[in-house]
């Protein structure tokens, strides 16, 4: 089976890399004093394995900036991580490029109602200023139906291929952050078409539940989770800050790659790690792909 192999985390990867502090704006700070570890961070996961690069994009957003007085560099801080993902994909000498869109507000907050329009506007501009370095878009921890259909509304321009990616809760791979069932998807994904629905930035042992509803949408489908012990309460608060999180222990690259292995036995086709899953991570799981006799395109 052929098998697209994402890279894993890029924000938190950066921001463990550059040994600042965690802000609310996540990796997109970094890049305003250390942007070349952007691109090495996309070097050392094409060498592990990875076939897509994601752009350190997903807190890239004017109202996440309008925040921290930073608006003004909206568009350079999208040149700058564009430039970085194709430098480091042109010095591997292939691959492709995944311009991440990340949730307007915060991530995992569905409770946040920004209305679709404006959602649709802000998303559109996004990918009107990164279409031309980019493969394909991957809207990513979408919490609720309304935060998925905004995201996809503003990709309705362009041309490239569409991934949406959900986050389900932490207790039930079945429902979005939200509390909606995921198989109310089907009709966001009938009226608008992406390319492929995956689920993301979940712990991994709900995901094999939600894939179980994803592979009967007629599309390609996949996931890649998070090694968070789980998303807490504080992490919820307003400008939350990463370190409200905490990496789990118990996830080495064996232990996730296992998870791994059983969504492409589920028929998943896409897969890769989302936070706190490095290139350790992705070079175990690129080996086990091939061991098993999968092609990673």
């Known amino acids: 089976m052929q098998i697209t192999l994402l890279d894993g ?23 305003m004093d250390q942007p070349d570890l952007v691109g090495a961070v996309h070097g050392d996961y094409f060498a592990a394995g990875a076939t897509i690069a994601t752009t350190n994009t997903y807190t890239v957003h004017r109202d996440r900036l309008l925040r921290a007085g930073l608006e003004d560099r909206f568009e350079t801080l999208l040149d700058i991580a564009m430039a970085q993902a194709k430098a480091a994909r042109d010095a591997h000498g292939g691959g492709g490029i995944a311009a991440a869109l990340g949730p307007l507000g915060a991530s995992y907050r569905p409770d946040l109602k920004i209305p679709l329009q404006e959602a649709a506007r802000l998303f559109a501009e996004l990918v009107r ?57 089907a009709p966001v994904l009938a009226e608008f078409q992406p390319a492929a629905v995956l689920i993301n930035c979940s712990r991994p042992e709900v995901i094999g539940a939600g894939l179980d509803i994803l592979k009967r949408f007629d599309r390609p489908f996949g996931a890649y989770a998070n090694g968070f012990t789980s998303i807490t309460d504080g992490f919820l608060q307003e400008a939350p800050t990463v370190d409200a999180l905490q990496q789990r222990q118990d996830l080495g ?6 998870f791994v292995m059983g969504w492409v036995a589920m028929g998943a086709t896409i897969v890769g790690g989302c936070c706190e899953v490095g290139p350790g991570h992705i070079a175990e799981l690129a080996h086990q792909l091939r061991a098993a006799g999968h092609e990673i395109i």
């Open 9 to 31: 985390s890029v924000g938190q990867e950066v921001v463990k890399r550059s040994g600042e502090r965690p802000t609310p704006l996540w990796s997109a700070s970094v890049m």
């Open 253 to 258: 690259p064996v232990e996730y790659a296992q």
């Open 129 to 185: 200023l990164t279409e031309d370095a980019a493969d394909l878009f991957l809207i990513e921890t979408a919490s609720s139906l309304a935060q998925a259909r905004g995201a996809l509304m503003g990709c309705l321009a362009t041309d490239k291929p569409v991934w949406l990616a959900v986050s389900v809760k932490d207790d039930d791979g079945s429902r979005l952050r939200s509390g909606e069932p995921l198989q109310d998807l």
